[in-house]
Nanobody
Framework: QVQLVESGGSLVEAGGSLRLSCAAS????????MGWYRQAPGKQRELVAT???????NYADSVKGRFTISGDNSKTVVYLQMSSLKPEDTATYYC?????????WGKGTLVTVSS
């Protein structure tokens, strides 16, 4: 059973930075992609950033130039470096991985950006 453990969520002032981490365990096959979604109160979950097994990245327009997604050499840990944070970045951030076409989700970590 694939499990994801996220960490790094916190309260931060606008303009500040945070780094989220997500570690996957229980994977058997190579991970096809990892990434982050977020969901703000009263809003739909939205894709933030993705990194594929080949290192290709994709970002939501709202975070381009401010957020950077990366993975470690084991390809089972993904990071989200967030800079120049804005109050509208406040949300619960969910890590996900895709293994053999199946998507697994973490429980989420809360990021709160104060103005």
């Amino acid at each position: 059973q694939v499990q994801l453990v996220e960490s790094g969520g916190s309260l931060v002032e606008a303009g500040g930075s945070l780094r989220l981490s997500c570690a996957a365990s229980g994977t058997i096959f190579p991970i096809n992609a990892m990434g982050w979604y977020r969901q703000a109160p009263g809003k739909q979950r939205e894709l933030v950033a993705t990194i594929t097994q080949y290192g290709r990245t994709n970002y939501a327009d709202s975070v381009k130039g401010r957020f950077t997604i990366s993975g470690d050499n084991s390809k089972t840990v993904v990071y989200l470096q967030m800079s120049s944070l804005k109050p509208e970045d406040t949300a619960t951030y969910y890590c996900y991985v895709v293994e053999r076409g199946i998507t697994y989700w973490g429980k989420g970590t809360l990021v709160t950006v104060s103005s």
